[in-house]
């Protein structure tokens, strides 16, 4: 049977869903294929991201979290007696979240009217896509045009072999029925500090092994110095420069080898979790004749708009290039169907928000420090902590800080970096100030309600021409 559509979208993450929907809104036929199904084996929507990623990590971030901070809640007057922590229960709670919102992308679809369609859609060229449902039954769609967005998976070490249980994967520390006594995590990528920040606030003696020997490159300098020993003292062993080179489970405990320098070392843990990045899935989703090219680290070829090789094909999120942030998919998504529908927005690369849910958070948009003196450009950097804020120690929350980096000649924001309570709800305001092209004056003139967290921002932003009011300023020069 072959039907035909304006526009067939494979995979149904956020890249994937939120362009079905908005193909819809903008009154284009619109299908999506996806293959992925729950534990009771029905079809679901969502992607990584609902079913096994951000959703059910947070759920078990913020219920671990609130479990954490009982420990502390004695200098507020609260005196906690027989606390304890049900994790079957706080699983089955993430279950529920999972579904819950799984179910919404389902009455959305329907509500625009996007027409789901359950199995693994393959492009074979010519607007042609088969698709192959779970009970092996195909059939071929004809679309005019075609977006791909089927994500990624993640990347397995061949000397590490997951067995689903003693061995697992980002997805397989979603589900442990207790926290294992000794837990080991390769790579202290957000992934290794998300899932370990879990299971340790559940009592893990957890080490993290990272073959970098900084923490968080890719974050500003100071963030990746100041979470590392923020962690350490939440209990978190991480060791640097530790590269894994193998494990092998025995008598149910997993001995782990890896290298630091010339030196080889042991280390026996109860669980371990592999968490050393993921790579683009593009397995069965396209056939020679269909004309789609792969980058040289196995990304679909697109240009800066989302545009394959091949006419009419976009293609967006994890599966091309850019770092794998649902956000950032969806905004991709978003922009190959409004392109297909004529429009010509485009997605803006220098603002994308990153975040890590550890406590503190860990969120940053724009240049790094490092990064701006390695290009040579000329910067102002202001840094606020959250010690001085008074929403923060009203809290009981006063560790990180804000930084602002503003260009040193225009003024220009290019970048901010928190560590701290809400970080990711604040990084906000330094996407909106970049998105803007604002610079550090324009935020300092904006004014923000007290006593709130987000008065860091402001301060951080005034101190960069030396007028904050709760910190001591640098000298001006
Ligand atoms: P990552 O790239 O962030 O970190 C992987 C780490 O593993 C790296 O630091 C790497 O040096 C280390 N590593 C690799 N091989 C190793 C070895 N043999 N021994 C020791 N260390 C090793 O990847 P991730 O944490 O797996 O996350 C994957 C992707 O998912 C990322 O792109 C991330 O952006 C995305 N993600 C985002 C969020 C979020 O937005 N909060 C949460 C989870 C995942």
């Given at each position: 049977m072959s039907r035909e559509f304006d526009v067939v979208v494979v995979g149904a993450g956020p890249a994937g869903y939120a362009a079905a929907i908005r193909s819809a809104q903008l009154g284009m036929s619109t299908a999506c294929v996806d293959k992925s199904v729950q534990k009771n084996g029905e079809p679901t929507l969502g992607g990584t991201c609902l079913n096994w990623g951000c959703i059910p990590s947070k759920a078990l971030l913020d219920a671990t979290h609130h479990y954490a901070i009982l420990r502390d809640l004695g200098d507020m007057g609260i005196e906690v007696d027989g606390c304890r922590m049900d994790i079957p229960k706080m699983i089955a709670r993430k279950d529920a979240v999972v579904r819950q919102l799984t179910s919404g992308i389902t009455v959305l679809f329907k509500a625009n009217g996007v027409k789901h369609l359950p199995g693994t859609g393959t492009l074979l060229g010519d607007g042609r896509v088969r698709v192959v449902e779970h009970d092996g039954k195909f059939r071929e769609l004809r679309a005019s045009n075609m977006v791909l967005a089927t994500g990624s998976t993640p990347i397995e070490l061949p000397s590490v072999?997951?067995?689903?249980?003693?061995i697992v994967d980002s997805t397989g520390a979603l589900e442990f029925q207790a926290a294992p006594k000794r837990l080991g995590v390769i790579g202290a990528g957000i992934i290794g500090l998300e899932l370990g920040s879990v299971w340790g606030r559940l009592g893990s003696e957890v080490v993290v092994l990272e073959a970098?020997?900084?923490?968080?490159?890719?974050?500003?300098e100071r963030v990746g110095r100041d979470a590392k020993r923020i962690f350490k003292r939440q209990g978190l062993d991480i060791r640097l420069g530790a590269t894994v080179i193998g494990a092998a489970v025995d008598n149910g405990e997993v001995t782990v080898t890896y290298a630091v320098g010339d030196k080889e070392d042991r280390l026996v843990v109860d669980k371990l979790i592999v968490g050393v990045g993921r790579k683009p899935l593009t397995r069965?989703?396209?056939?020679?004749?269909?004309?789609i090219g792969l980058d040289e680290r196995g990304f679909v070829s697109v240009d800066q708009n989302c545009?394959?090789?091949?006419?009419?094909v976009f293609a967006v999120g994890d599966?091309?290039?850019?770092?794998?942030?649902a956000h950032k998919g969806a905004e991709e998504g978003i922009m190959a169907v409004e392109r297909i529908a004529g429009h010509k927005p485009v997605v803006n690369y220098h603002a994308i928000p990153s975040v890590i849910y550890t406590h503190p958070e860990i969120a940053w948009v724009g240049k790094t420090e490092q990064e701006l003196r390695s290009d040579g450009v000329p910067y102002r950097s202001s840094v606020f902590q959250f010690g001085a804020s008074g929403r923060a120690l009203a809290a009981n929350d006063t560790s990180g800080f804000v930084k602002v980096l503003a260009h040193?000649?225009?003024?220009?924001?290019i970048g901010v970096h928190i560590l701290g309570p809400s970080a990711s709800e604040l990084i906000s305001a330094g996407v909106i100030a970049m998105e803007f092209e604002g610079s550090a004056e324009d935020l300092a003139l904006t004014m923000f309600a007290?006593?709130?967290?987000?008065e860091a921002v402001h301060e951080a932003a005034l101190g960069?021409?030396?007028?904050?009011?709760?910190m001591v300023n640098r000298k001006k020069s």
């Open positions: 072999p997951m067995d689903g249980q003693h970098l020997s900084e923490l968080l490159p890719a974050a500003d069965d989703l396209f056939t020679p004749e269909a004309g545009r394959t090789s091949a006419s009419g599966v091309v290039r850019g770092p794998m942030l040193e000649k225009t003024d220009r924001i007290h006593p709130t967290l987000s960069i021409a030396g007028n904050a009011i709760h």
